[in-house]
């Protein structure tokens, strides 16, 4: 299972910490156990002084399509989003290094929100952020619910979270949810060029400037858990029951 989340060290002095989605066969769909080997990687990153940068990547045509929904249902049926996830949410949320990510194609649920906790995100035209929370009877996650309508005003994050209207890499760029548009061919030298940039900064001036204009992580991870606690609880409701339902007989 771990192979579908790859790490590396790359760059010239290895001080780049490479965490890319690694399973195209299910469109990066995520496991618990890719969580947890994610969330793994964020933390040892940053506990390695040669790290400098984290970049976060999928793979041509998905970042990722979102929670794999059998590994999801099975830890919904007790009415938990499932310490995993929280656990990979918490480490990205407290992240004491720069994140760089690029996307390319699928970016949906938390393959959109993870973004909002990146310091530089790259995507293709063809990108599709799409957070089809309320579709399934739920609700945001990851805090996107205080980062989105800070990033992008509250007309767009509701347009983005609530009524789940996709968007487009060029949409996403206009709406400041991500930094920059690029082709497929420029993607990952453009991610990759970004973070060497980072690398080779002072680490303490960049940490400190970096903590002056990140939001205060403490409010983010009370809203994190706020949002859990109601995600649970449509979990359990009779609407999200038929909802589910409802997606699993269309997948069929």
Known sequence: M???ILTQRAGETGAVNVIRFNRPDKKNAITRAMYST?????IEGDRDETVRVHVMLGTPGAFTSGNDMQDFMAVAMGGSMGTEV???????????KPIVSGVDGLAIG????IHMHCDLT??????????????????PEAGSSLLAPA???????FALLAAGIPFSGEEAERAGLIYKVVSSQELEPAVMAAAEHLAAKPPKALAISRRLIKPDPEPVIARMREEAELFSSQLKSAEALAAFQAFMARKK
């Open 110 to 113: 938390v393959g959109t929100t």
């Open 2 to 4: 771990t192979d579908h």
């Open 38 to 42: 994610m969330a793994r990687a964020l």
């Open 151 to 157: 990033v992008m005003g509250q007309q767009k994050a």
């Open 122 to 139: 790259f995507a293709t035209p063809d990108s599709r952020f799409h957070t089809p929370f309320v579709d399934l009877a739920l609700v």
């Open 86 to 96: 929280l656990d990979f949410l918490a480490s990205l949320a407290t992240a004491k």
